[in-house]
Nanobody, 123 residues
């Protein structure tokens, strides 16, 4: 059974940084695509970034390109999201997700989800 546990959220001022972690476990999950999504109050869940099993294939939403970096460490079974130059509009609950094969960057393409971690950016 796949399990995902996020950590690292919190309150930060605009321009600051946070690093989120997602510890994953389960059979063969090291071969899965891993993604980060976020959901702000009153809005739909949206794609932020993803990484393939190798760690070299990454995708980013336009809104976070150049500011966020996804990485995965197989020896620790963890995916990281380094968030720099944070903006108030980055405020949301951030979710880690996993899928065996990815068809697109929509939430429905991912079958496994963590419980989410709150990120709040003050102006």
């Amino acid at each position: 059974q796949v399990q995902l546990v996020e950590s690292g959220g919190g309150l930060v001022q605009a321009g600051g940084s946070l690093r989120l972690s997602c510890a994953y476990s389960g059979r063969a999950i090291s071969t899965y695509y891993m993604g980060w999504f976020r959901q702000a109050p009153g809005k739909e869940r949206e794609f932020v970034t993803s990484v393939d099993w190798s760690g070299r294939g990454t995708q980013y939403a336009d809104s976070v390109k150049g500011r966020f970096t996804i990485s995965r460490e197989h020896t620790q079974n963890t995916v990281y999201l380094q968030m720099d130059n944070l903006k108030p509009e980055d405020t949301a609950v951030y979710y880690c997700a996993a899928t065996q094969r990815v068809s697109d960057n929509s939430p429905r393409a991912y079958g496994y989800w963590g419980q989410g971690t709150q990120v709040t950016v003050s102006s």
